[in-house]
């Protein structure tokens, strides 16, 4: 049986990751639209040996089509959602626009593949950092229940689209050569500096990468009553995030009982040489599919052995958005 | 009375900050003595109008000195304080050699002026990521009893010297131009990309400044009762630190609580701005002496509003390493 695949966004930093990770995977397809914005209609993509011609994406692009992989913004996914749906397709949409709608599946195949089940014609993509960060911390809260979880991030570029990590590249030249820096993608300087997250604040504080962190972890977990939070930071990195993470569990776990559980864990690579002081760094996990943990360490500021603290690193635009969504449509096939 | 003051490292990173200040401070003495290594000596600095000869530091460098301020790496330190002491001066010392020595006090003025009196003809000044951290959590402390304390930090390059700096520059330059990096000062690639802390791992995994944050905020603080678990990370950031700090207090403590006492606070800057998303950067402390606080926020995983998290920068060269330690030798002068 062929699968009659769609990509909307597909010039994007996302989609062109979908590509090259549809490749290296060898997922298997029938037919594939190219779609994007009027802007890059025509455009033409090679691709597996085959020219194809990028389509605008409208409400009629979906016919035919079983799975659609959306990288295009919140504001496209809500406005073809139903499209995609009345069609018989199933969106897999990376934007935030349905994370929390209760009749939509958020889910990192690692931690919750179960929950694909349940789609009603859409199934939602976690945030980046949220993607990361429960990679390595499921399986720890499934041996030893978590209770609280303090994160802090380190956020690439790429985070915020292609057009930011050519801002990185352009403002740190501009730097180096002593010019004024005239912000554009971001509202701050990012080349040699770092900033809060540049989402929106919510009334208590926030911004939205910090509450994604919380609301998106509970969903995914099933599991509400977790402490979570979370402090979000952009850094000049160009495309793997970082997070310090501190974990307080109900039960006693040690560094080796971490590293002993996170050894055979799926979608993680350890890399915790106390002897070279050599832990995850980004562009360890650039381009990489797995998350990098590191660094782990008992937290002796918590009685009986409960606190842990890790250091992980992962791709944003692999692991972080495409790479996700691609295993989801992998695991709903393979369940079919 | 006039003060002979003493500069061992001079032509360091925080030796030539020391000059800066000085002048800048109005920081009134009769005689300077620039010492440095045997490599540097020889060198002429011009300064407030004359120039000086910068002289090998040795065993004979103090007599009629009373105050050595020192930044010449921890070894020189221990080799020169007997005869700094023996000499009469008082050694202000920005290494790690005697921080944690019980006769020795470790002050950050804001913080406990009152330590310095009881020098024995050392005084020191703490590692930079400390004080940077003690300057703000104080007053919180102050009144309302600091519980616990998880810090992630964002280090800059200048807490490893100029040489590490000009490699950020270089490395930034190298990447840019597609060429290959040669680590030299730091162990792995600094620019686009950022790492655990390079000092060397204790036995229970922390490395060095991790074990710093912990032991010397409970001596400043005099309370070892804190619970303090912190994660040190360098980034490719010039020369100021960023620290995301999870406090959680003995007593109920709102956001506004906080702006209200760090408003008025000793070295703070409050940089609060939640219609404009614009918090501390980097770029806002380099060169200034105040540490800058804001993104405050409620942490709501702790019950009855006793956890809140605050974001915070400073000039690691400055407030970090050669204002705190004048600073001291201004506030041991006014006590005389």
Redesign the interface.
Request: net charge neutral.
């Given at each position: 049986m062929g699968l009659n695949l769609a990509i909307a966004g597909v010039t994007g930093a996302v989609g062109q990751e979908f590509l090259r990770l549809i490749e290296q995977r060898n997922f298997k397809f029938d037919s594939l639209k190219m779609l994007a914005s009027s802007r890059s209609a025509g455009k033409k993509i090679d691709f597996l040996g085959k020219q194809y011609t990028v389509e605008e994406l409208t409400k009629d692009s979906f016919k035919g089509v079983d799975i659609a992989l959306f990288s295009a913004g919140g504001g496209r996914s809500k406005e073809f959602a139903q499209a995609v749906v009345d069609s018989g397709a199933v969106m897999i949409d990376n934007s935030s626009a349905f994370r929390m709608d209760k009749d939509v599946p958020l889910v990192v195949p690692e931690v919750n593949p179960e929950a694909i089940k349940q789609h009603k014609g859409i199934i939602a993509n976690p945030n980046c950092s949220t993607i990361i960060a429960v990679v390595p911390v499921f399986p720890l809260h499934k041996a030893k229940t978590l209770k609280?979880?303090?994160v802090?991030t380190?956020q690439a570029a790429s985070g915020a689209g292609v057009s930011a990590m050519m801002e990185?590249?352009n403002q740190?030249?501009d730097v180096?050569a002593g010019k004024e820096v005239k912000p554009q993608v971001f509202?701050?300087?990012i080349a040699?500096?770092?900033?809060?997250h540049?989402s929106?604040?919510k009334e208590?504080?926030?911004?939205e990468e910090e509450m994604k962190m919380l609301h998106e972890t509970h969903k995914i977990f099933s599991c509400e009553s977790i402490?979570?939070?979370c402090?979000c930071?952009r850094?000049?990195?160009?495309r793997a995030h970082?997070e310090?993470i501190?974990l307080e569990f109900e039960q006693s776990i040690t560094?080796d009982e971490v590293r002993e559980i996170l050894k055979d864990a799926p979608g993680v690579t350890l890399l915790d040489d106390?002897s070279n002081?050599r832990?995850p760094?980004?562009?360890d996990a650039d381009g990489k599919d797995d998350v990098y943990v590191?660094?782990?360490?008992?937290?002796?500021?918590?009685p009986d052995n409960k606190?842990i603290?890790i250091?992980i690193c992962g791709d944003q635009i692999r692991k972080g958005a495409a790479l996700n969504a691609l295993q989801i449509a992998e695991t709903m096939i393979k369940n079919q």
């Open positions: 609280r979880m303090v802090s380190y990185l590249e740190s030249r180096l509202p701050y300087q040699f500096n770092l900033f809060c540049n929106p604040l208590n504080g926030y911004n402490g979570i939070t402090t930071v850094v000049p990195v160009m970082s310090s501190n560094p106390f002081n832990f760094m980004p562009i590191g660094h782990i360490r008992q937290d002796e500021s918590i606190g603290n250091w």
